[in-house]
């Protein structure tokens, strides 16, 4: 499958998943997986899901402006870099955000080992 | 040496490097690095430069605000992931962008970009 339909495809994925089912996310990390969220460093699977079911917010949908990827080496593993916007349930304005993934794949399909995410202030 | 402090002795190199001798950028790609600048896909050292020195200014600074940087796997390589503000000579507005690299290391015990993703963060 084309590289950049497979990361558009992951990318949809990801944030429908964090939109309608946040702990669903569990099953796109595993334990060697890192997440930096605002600056903050969380590993594993069940500590991100944890940080990232407990946000301040209820309801929030992404909006995704531009996907980039490229592959990461000769393992097969994939960097996908997103931006776009993140409207929160009640406010006004939405924050912009980008956001970076190395996924790894697993048997067919791909995990997350690497995440990074910043909200790009005005 | 710290990571997060690779990180930041890399980023700090690059952007000076750029902001000051934008082809001296070629000692830090090799023939399979990949650029994408602004969805643009770029490979090997001399295309990616030839696209950053052809890039429509002379003069810039980049200031960075954040740095966030994580290992990538067994291979030894780093994640570096930035977020800053471009000021171009005579433009009165900074240009925001986000950029991620990925960073291999170097037999001499340096590091080269193999990946590099672009991005302008418009208002």
Redesign the interface.
């Known amino acids: 499958m084309d590289p950049d339909a497979v990361a558009k495809a992951f990318v949809e994925h990801y944030y429908s998943t964090f939109d309608a089912n946040r702990p669903g996310l569990v099953s796109l990390y595993q334990e060697g997986s890192?997440l930096?969220f605002e600056?903050q460093?969380i590993q594993g699977s069940q500590n991100i899901v944890a940080k990232l079911t407990s946000l301040p917010f209820q309801q929030c949908k992404h909006n995704i402006t531009?996907v980039?990827c490229?592959?990461?080496?000769?393992?097969g593993?994939m960097?996908v870099?997103v931006?776009g916007n993140l409207q929160l349930a009640g406010e006004q304005h939405a924050l912009?955000f980008?956001q970076?993934f190395?996924l790894?794949s697993n048997q067919g399909t791909y995990y997350v080992?690497?995440d990074?995410f910043?909200l790009?202030y005005?």
């Not at 490229?70 to 393992?75: C, D, I, M, N, V």
């Open positions: 890192m930096t600056g460093k531009t980039d490229q592959p990461s080496g000769p393992a593993g960097l870099f931006s912009k980008s970076m190395h790894i080992f690497n990074i910043r790009n005005a």
